[in-house]
Structure formats: structure tokens, C-alpha cells
């Protein structure tokens, strides 16, 4: 809303705007357009000269087998979402019900999303480890030998290992975001639906989880975000590897940049990286408006 | 000029120590380097130099080249400049030909260096920087208690090995540790195993002259597939992080792969409170058979070079000359190469804490130089070369993909890094 | 309303604790992992004194502290001016803030390592501070913004009427009102400045300036590891309230 006086135009207004659009223009606009311009060159991060290379670095990008592992291990990292997102949404409606200490759990639940990621990617490290770690210890504590895994080595679960990371560390998130807006339902619309004769489950399942529609999309945009710029608990847990099985776009172009110095390959990964995310957030919210219409 | 924030300590320092003399300053000699530096070795030059203030700038190693180069072009380079001796190539017209002043200098005798250490830092047949710790990598450190303990032998050949891991293994300890997360901790091996199945070939695939799918290199890398497999090394390999070295300093592991660099370390068992088990080098084993006792990588850990446009260049060999002769302040050889690592504690706690360790280690270390099999380590070229072998062998360690195919990769990228 | 079910309620007691013990379950295996070494406790005691971690602590705080600053300043200035003044390009101008949310971190460091570097602000607090405080600006203008919207444009013309400048409405009048949520720009600036790791592994170069985040990496032990943590648990535990209510508008934003 743009209050009434719309007529009188305030010239003084940009100078509010001046710092934050100096910021902005600086550190993000510049960025992109730098990065879309050196993604055509070849440039060592030094020399004066930067070498035009046309759509060479796209090409070989393309060709990667790090990139393919990159797009393959952003679509696990969604799913790992999904599934925490499930995880959260039941044990917000659980919260949801009058239980002594619910206020301590979610407290305790949320602990996970307020520490730095890197503490507890070397936390999982510590956990994970195959010989000396307590999971592995547990598990054949109890028996259960023939679970201890490589967690990390073992390059069809690391993937997964990290996936299980990120779940652990976003589920308080979600747990309470999905818990405001369970708040925010009437609570009379329930005790309708259930004088009407409705069981907990269908309550549910017409009632309170098609209203959540919102909230549900806002998560899955911040998901396909988070999953497809993933960067820190990979990289710290395993560097990418066993043999990229754990590599993310972010990794590649870290490696490319600070340790091979192909700043030009780098920034065309970037802007790639760009490109999808916008292309996945476009394509979800076209999906939004398509529901709407039913 | 690059940070407020170093401004200020830098200033003070240099202001504090005026103070300290009340002796004018008139030169300020600026060294830039990796590490933990050596403070030590630059303050007690200043007490026997007061006209020349030493400033010692230390950062990651990841960031030093960069930002040498954009120092080196902006002509604001330091006086002296730290480097692995393999990147001085990449500076040969930066920096000042040492072997004149070393001539002409009546304290030095370049006779009086580990000459293959030396070897290690001359480009184009100029001497351009003085090597520092010189490092022995391809070997092993044992924990004694544990092998005394289980009866065991320092194993001298592949099977022998694989008898040690599985007694170890036995016994509730783990066997070899490798951190096969860091990649410089397996090339340490994959450089070990090239040396064995294919001698003298990495150098000329760094060269470019023979192909990284060179038979005896795949062999080479084929076997580290073999010795993951037969159980040598801890349970999860390629997943490990530095706990694993962690876990043989607190008295878990029988052997680790670690250079000579580790000495005095944590890593090797000296902590603030003590020993968990007595450390000892040992050579990497045979694993071919091929006779040859033993073929240690020798390398220096880092060398020091002088800027050539520095205009203090007669101060800056001054404190160049206080490194060779201090560069280790336990240093107790007949050279003028000093040969303990520098790090914080390190020396001062092996020496409390571990005599034996240290006395043992000087002996290993000298037997390596001087070892029949003995190559020179420079480098493993460009720094994607070096990242595709650390993760062909991750990848074949895993059994992503066999050693021909990574060994492929390995070419493709050298031959793309190569036609840059 | 129903009445509870008893047996119902027993169950959801049950489930929750179960479910939560599970969920921590990690940090007290981590917790009680920290302590097995021959060492023990000695682990927390060498920990402590160990004089990096205060300044890591410091590091941190002085980014923190200074990228909130400048967020709020910039976003509250131009979320003011976007909220209750008219002026040509107005609404481009907010778009252009709006396409920028969709522009991750991640995909800038390479312009971002180099502006710096160039800026002679490589590995020092200011450089790391400027493009943190950056990518937080538009989603914190377009948050304020959102929040003057809903307040009545009749204390803005009485203010006017009364004699007061523009910046002084903004003073004297916006700002005050608008502190439920500066407390949410306050409390995710925080989040996002204090737990970045990405930003200052590129951008910093010396150990002595490096925050929390990136020295939990290589701070050498777990009993060190967790003394890092403690800070952010600290004001967490504080202000937890707001710390929830915040994250859960900023979701929303």
C-alpha cells in the first residue's frame, strides 16, 4: 500500500535509497554482470589479460562428470527436503496439541538450525566416522554389525550421509514455520470438520494440509535454494568425494577458482548455477498458479 | 597497503621495538610466507642487528602465490619471500640468483649443504632460494608399544604388511592410517606405489614426455585399489578426516602414513601431557619386491628466496644468513640445512618429552638422503594434475572406477592443463 | 471443543520425548565422543585456554555487530522510503530488489573474492562485512517496507503537519514504531553474518582474523569445536522468542 499522498513526488526519496542501492549496485549487480561477462574468458585471477574463449568453458562444463554429480546430488538434496519436510510438518502437528514441555522440544529441536553448518558438519564428521564413531559403535553395540557402514567412503550412502546432515540441521526450521501456521488455522474450522464427523486423519488430510498450501511452496522454493547452492557440510564432511560422489556446483566452482586458478571456468559454472535456480523458481511458481486455478 | 587491520599491529610492532632499542631503525625487512613462521629466529637476529627491523606476514599456503604474483606485479613485493621450492619456477624472474653471494661470502660454504636438498631449489641453473627442512616423504611412523606389545615386526614387504594390518586388526587397533580425505595424504602413498611399479615415470608424465596411462602407472595405481581391498588401511578410507591421525596419537593405531614433517608434532604423539606410545619411523615397504630396500621421496619443505628488485638486498641476505644458520633453532647436524620442523611447540616438547623419538628420527632422516633408492620429490606439476591423481585414487580406492579409466582421466586433464 | 483423549495425550507425550531424544542424540554422542580420548576433560580445560578462541569470538562479534548495523541503516532507510514516499522508478527499482533474492551468495564469490582484493579489503573485517550486509539489504528492505505498509499513513502526515523533515518522520516517527521488526532484521542478519563460512573462507587469510565458522574446521579438537559453539547457544537460549518468531517471518517475508 502506497499511503494517499500519491500525487506528491519526493525527490528526496533516493537519497533513503542512496546506501542500500550503493551496496546493492557494488556487491550485486556488479557480480552477476562480472561473472557473466568472465565466464566467456579464460583468466588466471592475476594477469591483465583475460582471453576470449567464447562458450568453450559451457562446453566442457557440459562434458564434466563433477557437473552431472553436481545437478544429480542437488535433486538428492531436494528429496532429503521433501522428506524433511514431511518429518517436520507430523511433529508440528503433534507440537500443535496442548503437551507439557512442547515449548522445551522445540526449543531443543531448533538448537540444530542456530549452530554455524560447519560445526555440525565436523560434528557428523566425528559421528560417522567408521571405526572410532559412535554410530558405528551402536550399531554393533546392538548387534547389528552388518549395519556399520563407511558412511562417508562408501560413495553410494555419503551422498545420503550428508543428505541425513542437512535434514537433521533444517528440521527445526521447518518444524517451526509449520507450527506458526498451524497456529494461524482456526482452530474452529477443525472443531467443525470434527463435529461433522471427521476423523483426526481426514481432518488432516482435507482440512489442514491444503491449507498449509502456502507455506508448503515457501519451503520448497527455500528447499530447491538450499539444494541446489549446497557448499558448506559437503564440502567440510568429504571435500566432494569419494570421486565427486558427494560434489556440489558451489564445490566445483570453489576447486576451479582457489585451487586451480580458472577463474573464467569457475564463473561459468556460477552463472549455470544461476541460470537453473532461477529456471527451477520461475517453473515452481508457474506450478503455484496452475494449482490455483483448480 | 592491503589491510587496515595488519596495519595497525605491524606499526606497533615496529614502533615498540624502536622504543625497545631507542635505536633508529633505518631498514625494515618484510618476509611473507606459510605456516606458523619463525619468529623466533627473526627476534634474535634483531637483538644482534638493531639497524634492521624483521616483519614476518604469514597466511594460508592456498593464498600465498596469489598473492605474491599481485605483489610481485604491483612492485610491491616483499624483501623475502617463503616458498615450496617447486613453485620457484614459477618466480625465476622475480627473484635473486643466490650461488654469488653464497661465493662471496666468507661465513658460507655451499659445500657445507645436503647437496641433493640443494639441487631441489637451482631453476635454469640459478640458485634461487636456500632450502629450509628438508622432508622425507614415502615412509612411515609405527606406534613401538604396540608392536612390542602384539610381537610384531617392522614389516619390510608387501606381505609382511598385510600380516602387521591383520594382527593389528586382530588386536582391536587400526591397522595403517591413511586420512584419505586429504589428498596430499594419498598421493603420499599413490607417489610411493609409482615409485615401486613404475620408477622414475611420474617425473617424465609431469614432463608431459610419457602418458599418465603408462602401463606401470596404472599398475602402480591399480595396487592402491589392492592394498584398500586386502584391509591395509582402516576400515572407510576415503571417508576418513584428520581424526584418524587423531585417533594413532592417542594410542588406536599401529601405523600411519605421515612424512618426516610430522615429527615433534601432536600428530606423532607428543601432547602437552605426554606420550601415548612411543612413535618410530619406519620405511615405506617394499611392496613390489623389487630389492631395492627402500625409495624415500626427498624433498624440502619450503625455501627462502630474495626479491631481486628489494632495495635492501644486502640487509635482506643478512637475515637469509641467520636462517640458514638458525632457520632451526634445535638444529644440532654438521650442515647448514636445518632440519626441524619450526611448528609452534613442536621442537621444544619433542625435546622434553621424547629424546629417543628425536634421536631415532635424525637418524632415519639422515639414512633417507642418503638411501640407494632415494628420488627427489619437486612436484606433481599443475595443480589439476596433482588433484586428478588424488582423486583417481579416491575413485578407485572406492571401486567408482578402475585404475585404467581414472588413469585416463588423469591424461585428459594434463594434456587440457597442458595446451593452455 | 473436544475433550482430550487421555490415552491420546499420554501418546503424544511419549512420542514427543522419544522423537526429541532421537533428534539430540547426535549431540550427545559428539558430546560424550569429546571426552573418550586418553585425556578426558582435560580436552575442555586445554580448549579453554586456548588463546585463539577469544578471538575468534571477537572476529566474529565485530562482523556480526557491524554487518547489523549497516543492514539496518540501509534497509531501514530505503524500506522507509519505498513504504511511504512516491517517486519515479519506484516500483522498478523494488522489483529489481525482488530478482535479487533469487541471486544465492554462492554463485557471487568469484566477483566477490576479486572486488575485494581489488577494494584492498582482502582479510579484513570491512571486506567481509560490505558484501554480507549487501546480500542481506533487499530482503530486508522489502521486509521493513512490507511492515511501514501496514501502519496508518496518518501518523506520517501529522508528523508533517507538526514541521518535521523527512528524516526526521523517519527518526523521530518510522523507526520507532517499526522495532518488532527490526528485531527480525537484527536476529537473521546475525544468523546469516555470524554462521557464514563461505564468505570469510575466501575472503580472510589470516587465522587471527577468522570467525567461528571457518576455525571450527581446523581448531584441532571436539572439546574446542563445542566451546564455539557456545555464544550462538547462549544468545539462542536468550532470545529464543524472538529468534523463532523472527526465522519464522522471515519465511514468510
Known sequence: MLGRRRNKVKWGAYLFLLPAFTLFAVFVAYPIGFNGYLSFHNWNGVSDT?????????ERMFGERTIRLSLRNASFFFIGHLVNMAIALLLAVLLNNPIPGRNLARTLIFIP????????????????DPNLGPLNAILRGVGLDSLAQNWLADPKLAIWSIVVVGIWAGLGFNLVVYLASLQSIDQSLRDAARVDGAGRLQVFRFLTFPLLRN????????????????????FIMTGGGPYGATTTLAIEVYKNVFNFSEFGYGAAVSVFTMVILVMLILLQRFLLREQRID | MTERSLWAPRLLIIVLFALGFAVAQDVTIEIVGWGSGQAVVYEEFMNQNPSIAVTEQMMPFGDLIVFL???FLAGEAPDIVQLQPGHLIEFRDNLLPLDDLIASDAELDLANFVQPALTITIVDGMLLGIPQHPIVSGMLWYNKDI?????LQVPTDYDELKAVAQACRDAGHLPLILNGGDAWNRLNVVEQLFAYFAPGKKAQAVAGEIPWTDPDLVAGMAFFETMVEDGVFQDGVMGADFGVMTAFSEGNGCIVVQGSWAKGGQLIGIRPEGTVGLT???????????????????????????????????AAWEVMKQIIRLGDPLANYPVLIPVYASGVDSPVMARANNMGQLEATTAFELAAWDAEGAFLNDAWGFAEVRDAIAEAASGVATGQVSAEVAMREVQRVAERVLGR | ????????????????????????????????????????????????????????????????????ILTVSCASLAGFAFSKFEFPLKSVLFLMLLITLLVPLTTAIIPLFVLIRGLDLYNSYLGLILPLAAFGVPFHTVLIANYLN???????????????SDFGVFWRIMLPLSMPVQAVVIVLTFLGSWNNYLLPLILLRDQALHTVPVAAVNVGSLAALFLLAVPTLIIFLLFQRVFIGSVTSGAFG
Open chain 1, 113 to 128: 538450525f542456530v549452530v554455524a553448518g560447519s560445526i555440525v558438519a565436523v560434528t557428523w564428521q566425528t559421528i560417522y
Open chain 2, 69 to 71: 604474483k599481485t605483489r
Open chain 3, 150 to 164: 501496514s501502519l496508518p499513513n496518518e501518523l506520517v502526515e501529522a508528523a508533517y503537519i507538526d514541521g518535521c
Open chain 1, 215 to 234: 507455506t508448503h511452496l515457501v519451503l520448497i522454493m527455500l528447499g530447491i535454494i538450499g539444494a541446489v547452492q549446497g557448499f558448506e557440510v559437503p
Open chain 2, 147 to 151: 608392536f612390542d606389545e602384539l610381537g
Open chain 2, 280 to 314: 618410530l619411523p619406519m620405511p615405506f615397504p617394499d611392496v613390489t619386491d623389487s630389492g631395492l630396500a627402500w625409495m624415500p621421496a626427498l624433498g624440502t619443505g619450503h625455501s627462502f628466496g630474495i626479491n631481486k628488485d628489494s632495495p635492501n638486498i644486502e
Open chain 1, 50 to 58: 583475460w582471453q576470449w574463449v567464447g562458450l568453450e568453458h559451457f
Open chain 3, 1 to 68: 471443543m473436544f475433550a482430550a483423549d487421555r490415552s491420546l495425550r499420554r501418546f503424544n507425550l511419549f512420542l514427543m520425548v522419544v522423537v526429541t531424544t532421537a533428534l539430540m542424540l547426535p549431540i550427545i554422542l559428539a558430546l560424550s565422543r569429546s571426552v573418550e580420548s586418553p585425556w578426558g576433560f582435560r580436552t575442555y580445560l586445554w580448549a579453554l585456554s586456548d588463546p585463539r578462541l577469544p578471538r575468534f569470538y571477537l572476529n566474529s562479534s565485530i562482523v556480526s555487530a557491524g554487518t547489523i
